[in-house]
């Protein structure tokens, strides 16, 4: 059973920062890529920044510059640094992992997601 365990949202002003981390645990053969997401009320879900196993990142056009993603593999943590925060960037934040999982002697690739947490950029 895989997990990912999302922390570090909150209340924020706008201009201010905030740090949010992912931990994935259980069984799992490797990471390809970890990544965010958000999706604010009445909105679909979208992309905010990826990081791959290879170190290569991507960033939606709207956090460029202001959003920084990163990771430690030995901890299995994906990190997303947030700074001039927006009022518009309020959301609901959501990690995702791209894993291998071994499972009856194959190796599967299989998509994860948190459970979301609440970034509010508010004055």
């Known amino acids: 059973q895989v997990q990912l365990v999302e922390s570090g949202g909150g209340l924020v002003q706008p201009g201010g920062s905030l740090r949010l981390s992912c931990v994935a645990s259980?069984?799992?053969?490797?990471?390809?890529?970890m990544g965010w997401y958000r999706q604010a009320p009445g909105e679909q879900r979208e992309l905010v920044a990826t990081l791959t196993s290879g170190g290569s990142t991507n960033y939606a056009d709207s956090v460029k510059g202001r959003f920084t993603i990163s990771g430690d593999s030995a901890k299995s943590t994906v990190y997303l640094h947030m700074d001039s925060l927006k009022p518009e960037d309020t959301a609901v934040y959501y990690c995702?992992?791209?894993?291998?999982?071994?499972?009856?002697?194959?190796?599967?690739?299989?998509?994860?997601w948190g459970q979301g947490t609440q970034v509010t950029v508010s004055s």
């Open positions: 259980g069984s799992f053969f490797s990471i390809n890529a």
């Open positions: 995702n992992a791209d894993l291998t999982i071994y499972r009856t002697n194959n190796y599967f690739a299989e998509d994860y």
